[in-house]
């Protein structure tokens, strides 16, 4: 062979690896990267490889020089933040709703009647009317509804209403004739409630569990309705800049659907899967170990738990009676030692716990719960074990989350949303340990923030304006609704990125941008530096991205 042929095929193949390299990694540069480290929390660029891995981040004239052939995106004057993960949400129930009457935000219930009319108008006759979302304490009266309220305009077809916060339903007469017993009387279910009149007679509401006894005779879905459910769900999430979820309360049928997406590339988030209670899928975490789907985007490493209900519906167990409500203390949705049993069998298991506490006995009987469970691990191992929601907790057992390595798994959005009536639910003296953020992160309690979706609405960004606000959209209230409790802009980015992902073992990988993590990333309209956190909800994305491809919008 000639020389000059020899030195024709090596430049051939020099130009060939060249491109191979150049094909490999993807150099972004923007006017501000919030990167999320506090070794280098501001940069210009970053790179990441085929992998979707980051491999440099600083820099951008550095970057370019160190790898010249690299795809280049200019963001140009836009922001890039780490990707934003809810670590409490409900992707399923998301997807469905956005199937059913939307009824989030009726001011009364003649709005109510007139969306499910609208909605009904596409139902064949006589199918189950279906919707999620209403809430009493909008409407003049503040009252619960009554099946009566239904039964004028819906005779012919049976109407099942999920209250927004998913522990209370609202049916018509129809609906409570699908019963698996007769509702009248005066005995109540196991960890749940009928609203019953003077006569014995069912109201047409039913608390927490109660709904059971109805909602057994709604048709189950079928599994192309479910895919459809999850398609939208996921759809919505991407496009308010989620690029993972800690979904609270996955079935083994669910997490097959879900593994399905994952099997064909149609899972565009992280969903960080929770079984749901002491059933088929903890079961199947304690046969075969801890699951992680090969792709990344899929994991069930968790349990979630229920000790008590909610706030709105007043199934919230407190410590002293509601203060609106004299004689009630809320209601206990799983039997203690049961409780302590599932504890202790996930610990046996290598599974962690989340357990669902709203009220100040709630949050009570599982740190209580989890000392015994965890005995001396309680504040040395790294259990990681959480507390869902942590809405009411006595001033005296907030130092025990920090004392137990217990993280409060916090949605901002509740505050927000509960503030306009939860002083006449709780009192003034119990609010000084409600929505209490800035007291729970001053006694060193690791936080992550979420939405509870589809109880709150999906997207983030309300959850860093009310995190540093502490208020509604309106401005209200001025000030802000107890705001000492408030956190600054960077500490909620925080709480929904690298404190959320360490809430689900990921912050090796995902929470930051920095070398060796995934390029999880979201790119905002405008700078946060000099934000009012009045202005947070100015905040718009413009594009989510995970493993340093495109999610949202759609290519």
């Avoid at 017993?181 to 109201?203: F, H, V």
Wanted: one cysteine or more.
């Amino acid at each position: 062979m000639s020389a000059t042929r020899s030195h024709a095929l090596v430049a051939i193949a020099l130009a060939a690896c060249l491109s191979v390299f150049a094909q490999e990694h993807t150099l972004l540069g923007a006017a501000r990267i919030h990167t999320g480290s506090e070794t280098v929390p501001i940069a210009e660029a970053m790179v990441w490889d085929a992998d979707g891995r980051i491999v440099a981040v600083g820099v951008e004239s550095e970057l370019v020089r160190q790898f010249p052939r690299a795809r280049r995106m200019d963001m140009g004057g836009q922001t890039v933040v780490p990707g934003l993960i809810d670590a409490h949400g409900h992707l399923m129930n998301l997807g469905h709703a956005l199937l059913r009457a939307n009824l989030v935000g009726a001011a009364s219930k003649a709005d109510i009647i007139e969306r499910l009319q609208a909605h009904a108008a596409d139902l064949p006759a006589g199918e189950w009317l279906l919707g999620r979302g209403w809430d009493q304490t909008l409407w003049p009266e503040a009252e619960f509804p009554t099946a009566a309220d239904l039964d004028v305009h819906f005779p012919d077809r049976p109407v099942w209403l999920e209250r927004v916060d998913g522990h209370a339903t609202w049916g018509n007469s129809l609906a409570l004739k699908s019963a698996s017993r007769d509702l009248s009387g005066d005995w109540q279910p196991d960890g749940g409630r009928i609203l019953r009149d003077a006569d014995g007679k069912p109201t047409g509401v039913f608390i927490d569990a109660a709904e059971t006894l109805v909602s057994g005779a709604i048709p189950a879905p079928s599994m192309d309705l479910d895919a459809l459910a999850l398609e939208r769900a996921l759809a919505e999430a991407v496009k308010f800049g989620l690029t993972g979820v800690h979904d609270a309360g996955v079935s083994l049928r669910q997490l097959a659907l879900y593994r399905r997406f994952a099997d064909s590339g149609r899972l565009p988030i992280r969903v960080y899967a929770m079984a749901n209670g002491d059933a088929e899928a903890l079961d199947a975490l304690c046969a075969m170990g801890l699951y992680r789907h090969p792709g990344g985007r899929l994991q069930m490493r968790t349990v979630k738990l229920y000790i008590d209900g909610a706030l709105g519906s007043r199934g919230a167990a407190l410590i002293e009676d509601y203060s609106d409500e004299p004689g009630n203390r809320g209601l206990l949705l799983t039997e203690p030692s049961a409780f302590e049993r599932t504890l202790q069998k996930a610990r046996d298991c290598g599974v962690q716990v989340a357990a669902h506490a709203i009220g100040d006995r709630g949050n009570r009987m599982v740190l209580d719960g989890f000392q015994r469970a965890l005995g001396t691990d309680a504040g040395t191992a790294d259990h990681r074990w959480r507390i869902e929601h942590a809405q009411v907790v006595n001033l005296a057992d907030i130092p025990r989350f920090a004392q137990m390595g217990v993280i409060a798994s916090m949605q901002p959005t509740h505050a927000t949303s509960d503030m306009r009536w939860a002083q006449a639910r709780l009192g003034k003296d119990r609010l000084a340990g409600a929505y209490a953020w800035r007291r729970m992160k001053d006694a060193g309690v690791a936080l992550a923030l979420g939405s509870d979706f589809p109880v709150e609405a999906v997207d983030p960004v309300l959850g860093l304006h009310a995190a540093a606000t502490r208020q509604d959209a309106r401005g209200w209230p001025e000030g802000g609704w107890l705001a000492s409790q408030k956190l600054e802009v960077a500490e909620a980015l925080r709480g929904f990125s690298l404190d959320a992902a360490r809430a689900g073992f990921a912050e090796q990988e995902i929470g930051s941008l920095e070398v060796g993590k995934r390029a999880d990333f979201v790119i905002l309209s405008q700078a946060l530096e000099g934000l009012a956190p009045p202005a947070v909800l100015n905040l718009r994305v413009q594009s989510t991205w995970v493993d340093g491809a495109q999610m949202y919008p759609a290519r």
